[in-house]
Structures are given as structure tokens and as C-alpha cells.
């Protein structure tokens, strides 16, 4: 198959930024498998007629106008939403509605609202973001098609040697990622705590690395190379992602790929990546946070099962697969 992938230009700001790469990972694995995919470039002139599939990922106040444009040359759209709402559904739905043609009132939900005509199949990442789709877009459950995000990283054969530290790797200073509390909890309950990962400023930064400096048992080590991810992921007992929003977490499926107990929050669909083998807690709960991640340290409930649960499931080859054979039954 020949295949467009169209990024929304929000997503394309930071090379970091989870959904670009889990989009780069899958274009990688699709060629892999003898797939031609063209990363959509909007300077130059592309010939939408010869796409056997358009899989656009990612919306913006424009998208219905862009698939409609689309629908006219390219009759298989494929649509990655990326909700990673918190809101309820019923306030969700609401905002959909809200906008007017007429006089310009657009947002992003209304915009993807407008785009369902010309959305053949609705791939989504969760079955919470699934709810999202079918209940405030009121799309169809046939015509949704949950996607999985996998891991990127090499497979890890064997379990590996685990050291008792928790480890967090994310944009240290996104307010979702709660690495305040993360933070608290470590002070409190004295667990060693490595970070990783950027910051957007120094000025975002300080009141976190007062909290570092003034404790030993805390190490932050700035942004990492793969390679030291991956030897971070191997001795890294524990892995935290108590984030107040977040879409999946793939850091936190990577490290459950190399054997680390998992402390996930209890909201939105994070969780449902660890069939019930990993520590929920409720984000906004220091307490939770600290008694979760020592427990964890403590114990061997779940691993080395998480380890070959997480390999089988979703790994890239299959969750690819599972993307290709949706590709091929809309054509």
C-alpha cells in the first residue's frame, strides 16, 4: 500500500513530543513490512489520487476544512483524534457542539465534529478515548478501531537486574505530569527517585529543583540519549507516571517492557495498558503516590508477567499489524 501520513502542525513543534514519534515509529515499521508511506510535506505538491490510505493524526480548528478538501481526491481518510480529555463526557459533548459556521465560532472539537463525513475509520489509542469518540462525536462503534500505542524500544530477552530506585521520565515542567507530588511523595517517604527528561524553563523549573537540591535522595539527569533510557529502564525498579492527563504514558509501557513495576494514575486510559498488574492511584494524593511506589519496591506482584504481558501485546509488528489489516479492510 501506498500511505500519507498528515501530522497536525501542533504536533510537529518539539521532536519530543509523544504522538510525532509513536507517528515516525509507525512509519518506520510500515516500510519495515513493505509499505510505502510519504510523510506529508505541505511545500510540496503531492497527488493525493495515488494514496491508497490518508492517515491524518492529530486536529486543529481547520481540520474539517483540510478533510474536506481531501475527501474529494482521497476517498480512504483514516483520523487519529488524540483525545486526552479529563473533562466528563457530557461536558465534552457540549463543546463539540458549540461553534458557528456562520460567524467563525470554531474549536478544535467542533471542527472535528464538522470532519465526520469524511472520516472513514476513527483510530483511537484506549477504550476511555474510544467512550469520547462514539458518545460526544456519536460515532458509530464500527466504525471506531482501538490502535494500541507500542513500545519503541528494543525487546528485552530476559528480566534484568533491578536496583531500588523509582524512575520518571517526561517534560519535567508540564503541570500534567504532577512531578510536584511525585516529588512529595519521594521526600516523605524517602524512596530514591532518579528524573529524566527536559524542561520548558529555568524560571518553570525552580521550584522543583529546590525540591531536588534539598534532597540526596532525588537525582535529576536532564534530557537522556536513547541508549541511556533504555540502560535506565533495565535497572530501574520502579517506574512512576502519576500524571493528572495523560493519553497513554509510552515511557511507562517502555519501562514495563524491561521489567519495572509500574505506579500509574487512576485517570483516563493509562492504565488499561497493565491488565491489572500495575500500582493505580489517584494522582492528587501524595500519600498514594509514596505508598504505591514503596510497595512496589517491595514487592514482586506482577513482574516478570508485566514484562512478557506488555511484549506480546504491544509490541510494534503487531500493533502495526493491527493498524495495516484496518487500512486494508476500508480500502
Given amino acids: 500500500m501506498k500511505i500519507a501520513y498528515l501530522i497536525n502542525v501542533g504536533l510537529s513543534v518539539s521532536p519530543y513530543n509523544g504522538i510525532r514519534i509513536q507517528a515516525e515509529t509507525w512509519a518506520d515499521e510500515l516500510e519495515r513490512q513493505g509499505h510505502e508511506v510519504v510523510r506529508i510535506n505541505p511545500w510540496k505538491t503531492i497527488v493525493w489520487e495515488e494514496f491508497d490510505v490518508v492517515h491524518c493524526i492529530g486536529a486543529d480548528r481547520a481540520t474539517d476544512v483540510l478533510l474536506m478538501s481531501l475527501s474529494k481526491r482521497c476517498k480512504n481518510i483514516m483520523f ?21 459556521k456562520r460567524f467563525r465560532l ?45 513500545f519503541r524500544t ?25 512531578v510536584l507530588r511525585l516529588l512529595e511523595a519521594a521526600v516523605k517517604y524517602q524512596f530514591k527517585l532518579v528524573l529524566a527528561g527536559s524542561v520548558r524553563s529555568n524560571e518553570e523549573f525552580a521550584p522543583l529543583k529546590c525540591i531536588i537540591e534539598a534532597n540526596d535522595n532525588i537525582t535529576y539527569l536532564g534530557s537522556v540519549s536513547d541508549e541511556r533510557l533504555i540502560a535506565l529502564y533495565k535497572r530501574a525498579k520502579v517506574f512512576a507516571l502519576p ?70 501485546n504491544y509490541n510494534l509488528e503487531t500493533c502495526v499489524g493491527k493498524m495495516v489489516n484496518e487500512y486494508m479492510r476500508n480500502r
Wanted: hydrophobic share 35%; proline share 7%; aromatic share 14%.
Fill in 80 to 100: 487519529s483524534p488524540v483525545i486526552d480529555s479529563i473533562e466528563p463526557i457530557g461536558m465534552y459533548r457540549f463543546a463539540t457542539l458549540w461553534g458557528s
Fill in 243 to 312: 500524571s493528572i492527563n495523560e493519553g497513554v504514558g509510552m515511557v511507562a509501557v517502555e519501562a514495563a517492557s524491561y521489567g519495572c513495576d509500574i505506579v500509574v494514575t487512576e485517570i483516563g486510559g493509562p492504565k488499561e495498558y497493565y491488565s491489572d498488574m500495575a500500582y493505580v492511584v489517584n494522582p492528587y494524593n501524595v500519600d498514594e503516590i509514596g505508598k504505591a511506589v514503596m510497595n512496589a519496591m517491595s514487592e514482586s506482584r506482577f513482574q516478570p508477567r508485566l514484562q512478557k504481558y506488555i511484549q506480546d
Fill in 106 to 150: 470554531y474549536s478544535v472539537n467542533y471542527a472535528i465534529r464538522l470532519s465526520k463525513p469524511y472520516i472513514g475509520k476513527w483510530f483511537v489509542r484506549s477504550q476511555y478515548e474510544f467512550e469520547y469518540v462514539n458518545k460526544a462525536y456519536n460515532v458509530p462503534a464500527e466504525s471506531i478501531s482501538i490502535i494500541p500505542l507500542s
Fill in 154 to 178: 528494543p525487546i528485552c530477552e530476559k528480566y534484568p537486574e533491578k536496583e531500588p530506585f523509582c524512575l520518571h521520565v517526561s517534560m519535567l515542567t508540564d503541570g500534567r505530569k504532577n
